[in-house]
């Protein structure tokens, strides 16, 4: 049986291994190029849609652990995912963008910090 800290930090590792996954798609490409390529785009919003998903388990399981790391953004990333998941067709493909080239950098330096 697992403990609850091997459970956080086994979702706190695939959550890193998404966000990079993430950054990695997007490598070479404007944003222009992102928008107009759907395999690439469809497969950055699956990784943010992972993120969120298990953003939220930590939230539900563990939440010291996210109280004690506020430097997470565990909520913002449970939004995402909810925003995401319930609203897939009228997703606005800049904000996609903005969150890989930007928020997710800064995820994973927040969760390399754990």
Not at 52 to 60: H, P, Q, R, Y
Not at 68 to 88: C, E, I, S, T
Not at 92 to 110: G, Q, R, S, Y
Request: hydrophobic share 45%; with cysteine.
């Amino acid at each position: 049986m697992t403990t609850q800290q091997e459970r956080t930090s086994l979702h706190v590792d695939l959550m890193c291994q998404a966000a990079r996954q993430a950054i990695e798609y997007v490598s070479g490409m404007d944003q222009i190029a992102f928008v107009q390529d759907p395999k690439t785009l469809d497969a950055v919003i699956m990784k943010l849609l992972v993120i969120g998903e298990l953003a939220s388990k930590v939230l539900e399981e563990d939440a010291p652990f996210t109280k004690a790391n506020p430097d997470v953004p565990w909520l913002k990333m449970k939004g995402m995912r909810n925003r995401m998941a319930h609203g897939y067709f009228e997703l606005d493909h800049e904000v996609v963008w903005d969150t890989v080239k930007n928020a997710v950098p800064e995820l994973i330096e927040a969760l390399d910090k754990l």
